[in-house]
């Protein structure tokens, strides 16, 4: 008897809890096909003479991903900066590096070493990590599929999710008038002849500056649903999230409008078409990640060999080493112990794990990035590992780049794991409080909102580890690792307190002034990437925010490799 209740109270949690996962396994194993599907055309089109032989040569290579990804961004500029109202400059700067990864990714996917090297490529150093992290979480939720609550009508939204528009539609029909000498019930149905889709549309508003009549066919004795009726100068509205049934039929082609008045009408129907199950988007735009994540890795591996393979060599040294095991255990066990310990916070537990769980995640990953800054660049510098390094056709700007992509490798690692722990305790959380709670059971949307809520945190907060990593990175060439330890944790500390220490200064003295904003032009300002006031609080965090972070981030970091250059341009190796 136990065990039947046991069996039924798990199936009645257990759709809640996986139908987010498999979400996110669609989306994973979308942009996989998706991908897959791309490189394959890419490497027939490599066999036609002259497209699969650009890149033999870098420069003719480089060239042609220019000269073919500057127009891509450029379209994607125009196509997207006037669908944003505030701040549309933001968009610039990564909208032209999509376009220029685009570029690159046709040409260097055209060449024929990369259609012969693509599974060994896909074996080869942090890759298999990345994907295998990747694809466990597909499968966890894929293979949950007979659990899930209502997969087709899921999929079915898809196709409503809105990538390249905001969804909003309108349409004006001009109705001609009743004739003066009928009854207005005798007026005549005139067919709409516009084209909608009802299944899709989330919202709808219907404005008319006389009265009509919506009908679904043009004779009362052929009307399978009564009549809408829409005053002169009012509006009638319609949402799908309050189950009301649509004022229009089905097939579009059926709709037929009458004019109830002498004067002609003006009917000015709005749509706002966005998948009827909101969740959806999420597929979409988890693919759109996956295939960026692939072709970036491609990218670099085939358009700057000497970096990667520096950077490859990094990146497995350093996950072969103890400490980094030990810090991913660390981060998956205390992940576990937030998801079901008591914080006693009056209902805040969720809120409490989300913090926990990105905070901790960030803090060993810098302490994983300074740490192998110390090990891989100082030590080599010291032991004058880094003379046989840069021995061969290798620059010293390779050298800086290389040590400084592997390290941000093995973070990238360090932090799919440790969110995807993340997400499968935070999917399971809300379940788990409503049941200490004795409250009602939480539907399936609840906790994907919990899951979507994090990603951008968790973006935010590896962008912050790869300005502390660049940073850490930089001291290493003069710097012993205590030195760049503490060196670092200061700058984070201040960092941090940037914007609270220019804030305060505006209402003081003008030496007190100038000391908090020369302390904002050398140290960076941390607070960009630092949005826990906005999770505490419920706040969504839109995709501008992540825009502007990154156009800091890329700043930043370009800022910080020349100084590394400066610095080690004339250390001493010998």
């Not at 450029?74 to 968009?91: F, K, S």
């Not at 005139?190 to 549309?201: C, K, M, Q």
């Not at 990667?308 to 103890?322: D, F, I, R």
């Not at 400490?323 to 981060?331: D, F, K, R, S």
């Amino acid at each position: 008897m136990s065990n039947g209740l046991f069996v039924g109270q798990a199936l009645k949690w257990l759709p809640t809890w996986l139908t987010p996962i498999w979400v996110l396994g669609v989306g994973i194993a979308a942009g996989a096909v998706v991908a897959a599907a791309i490189f394959a055309v890419l490497a027939i089109l490599s066999f036609i003479p002259g497209l699969g032989n650009i890149p033999d040569h870098p420069r003719r290579g480089v060239i042609a991903s220019l000269i073919l990804g500057i127009p891509v961004g450029l379209a994607l500029c125009g196509w997207y900066m006037p669908q944003t109202e505030e701040n549309a400059g933001v968009l610039v700067l990564p909208l032209m590096l999509l376009g220029l990864l685009a570029g690159f990714s046709v040409i260097y996917g055209m060449w024929h070493r990369t259609r012969s090297e693509w599974f060994s490529m896909l074996g080869e150093g942090v890759i298999p990590y990345v994907l295998g992290t990747l694809g466990v979480l597909a499968l966890i939720g894929l293979g949950s599929t007979p659990l899930v609550e209502s997969p087709q009508e899921i999929l079915a939204s898809v196709p409503a999710v809105n990538i390249f528009t905001d969804g909003v539609t309108t349409h004006e029909v001009e109705v001609p008038a009743a004739s003066p000498d009928a009854e207005p019930d005798d007026a005549p149905f005139h067919p709409a002849e516009i084209e909608y889709n009802t299944r899709s549309t989330s919202e709808l508003t219907i404005r008319s500056n006389r009265t009509v009549l919506l009908a679904d066919a043009d004779d009362p004795a052929r009307f399978s649903t009564s009549p809408f009726r829409v005053d002169a100068g009012e509006v009638l509205e319609y949402r799908y999230e309050d189950r009301d049934t649509p004022p229009l039929p089905p097939d579009s082609s059926k709709l037929h409008i009458q004019n109830r008045e002498i004067d002609p009408a003006t009917v000015v129907f709005t749509f706002v078409n966005l998948p009827q199950i909101p969740q959806a988007s999420s597929i979409v735009y988890t693919a759109l990640a996956v295939v960026v994540l692939i072709a970036g890795l491609m990218v670099f591996r085939q358009a700057a060999p000497r970096v990667w393979a520096l950077g490859l060599s990094t990146a497995k040294n350093e996950m072969a080493q103890p400490l980094y095991l030990i810090l991913i255990a660390l981060g998956v066990v205390g992940i576990l112990f937030f998801g079901i310990y008591p914080f006693n916070t009056l209902g805040d537990d969720i809120r409490v794990l989300k913090d926990s769980g990105v905070t901790l995640i960030m803090v060993l990953a810098m302490l994983q990035a300074v740490w192998s800054a110390g090990t891989t660049v100082s030590e080599e510098i010291e032991g004058r590992t880094a003379l046989t390094v840069l021995s061969k056709p290798v620059s010293r700007r390779a050298f800086v780049l290389g040590k400084y992509t592997g390290i941000m490798l093995t973070v990238l690692v360090m932090f799919l794991i440790m969110a995807a722990v993340l997400i499968l305790v935070l999917s399971y959380k809300p379940i788990f409080e409503a049941r200490e709670l004795t409250k009602s059971a939480p539907v399936w949307q609840e906790c994907h909102e919990q899951i979507m809520s994090v990603l951008p945190v968790l973006t935010l907060y590896f962008m912050e580890t790869m300005v502390i990593g660049g940073i850490a990175v930089a001291l290493a060439t003069r710097l012993p690792l205590l030195a760049n330890f503490i060196t670092c944790f200061i700058v984070y500390v201040i960092g941090n307190l940037t914007s609270p220490l220019v804030a305060s200064a505006q209402d003081n003295n003008e030496l007190v002034g100038f000391v908090g904003k020369f302390i904002a032009v050398i140290v960076p300002n941390l607070n960009v990437f630092n949005v826990q006031a906005a999770v505490d609080t419920g706040n969504t965090i839109p995709p501008i925010y992540l825009a502007g972070a990154f156009n800091y981030l890329v700043v930043f970091v370009v800022a910080i490799w020349m100084l590394a250059m400066l610095l080690f341009e004339d250390r001493d190796l010998a």
